[in-house]
């Protein structure tokens, strides 16, 4: 298990009180790689299109624990539309929120959850390439509170995913 600390300026949770947020574990959910051209996209050397897309979602298990997962998708294909590797993680962490109010639920499990889970799916996918053949893929830093914003917007303003929908802003 993981505290973390609060924010400089914070106060302190007392001795023996948990932060405001604890990880519990983080698991790979499901990966898959698939490399459709093999060996023939090895042997070849273009400079890949590549597509990427990251997401957020959370399950509520009780009124302060959930799990947070980080879905990757990444798809490389030859300037010629031909596919070169097709790889999805679904990558996840299960988190206690503590003594927070509500307006704090967002933000902690949509941003600093992910940055927590995030260094560790990165890994998972540069390794998943570069045992596939391919250059590792290092996928650049995430901007979680962008995607935090877009996920508000999408939903009304709501954060997905938690019962009672409550707001928080980054």
Request: net charge negative; proline share 12%.
């Amino acid at each position: 298990m993981t505290d973390i600390p609060p924010s400089p300026g914070a106060n302190p949770a007392p001795q023996g009180q948990p932060g405001p947020l604890t990880l519990h574990g983080q698991y790979i959910k499901d990966l898959s790689f698939e490399n459709p051209r093999a060996p023939q996209s090895l042997i070849e050397q273009k400079q890949p299109q590549l597509t990427l897309n990251v997401n957020v979602t959370t399950r509520q298990f009780d009124t302060k624990t959930f799990e947070v997962t980080l879905t990757v998708e990444a798809n490389a294909q030859t300037p010629e539309k031909e596919p070169l590797f097709m790889l999805e993680l679904v990558y996840a962490g299960t988190v206690s929120l503590g003594e927070v109010p509500q307006e704090a639920y967002g933000p902690l499990l949509f941003i600093e959850t992910p940055r927590l889970l995030f260094p560790f799916a990165r890994a998972v996918v540069a390794n998943a390439t570069r045992e596939a053949g391919f250059p590792p893929l290092n996928i650049a830093p995430v901007d979680f509170v962008a995607l935090y914003r877009q996920q508000l917007d999408a939903n009304g303003g709501k954060v997905p995913g938690i019962a009672g929908g409550p707001v928080g802003h980054a």
